[in-house]
């Protein structure tokens, strides 16, 4: 029986998409999160797809989008706004960088 080769584990960043190596991988983990916390408001309030398209004023098929996560179609911007059509906040913070880290980040916080 040959054995086995032993693999070597990397970790990871705090976001699979630098991790994988994409150019606007700081927007994709942005739009992510915005839109994690959007069905989960969604979710939290017993929406189904028909009234949380009325609610937002876009079409059920962008609902559908928006749910199972393409959001290529999607802004931050437009994320954002759904969230405080969902009658959430959002609030934009910026501060200066730590010296540790090379270059500034957006991150978003669901509280």
């Known amino acids: 029986m040959a054995k ?5 584990i ?3 960043s705090d976001n699979v998409f630098a991790d994988l190596g994409y150019a606007d991988a700081d927007e ?3 739009k992510l999160r915005l839109a994690f916390e959007l069905n989960r ?6 929406l189904v797809q028909a009234t949380t ?5 876009i079409n059920q098929p962008k609902v559908s989008a ?18 405080t059509q ?3 906040d ?8 730590p010296k540790s880290r090379q270059a500034g980040r957006i991150t978003v916080v669901a509280a």
């Open 66 to 83: 928006l749910v199972n996560y393409k959001l290529d179609g999607f802004s931050v911007e437009r994320l954002m706004a759904f969230l």
């Open 41 to 46: 408001v969604i979710g939290e309030r017993g």
């Open 86 to 88: 969902l009658d959430r």
């Open 28 to 30: 994709r983990q942005t």
């Open 90 to 97: 959002v609030e934009i913070v910026v501060r200066k960088k």
């Open 4 to 8: 086995a080769k032993a693999e070597k």
């Open 10 to 12: 990397i970790r990871g």
């Open 53 to 57: 398209a009325d609610l937002l004023g």
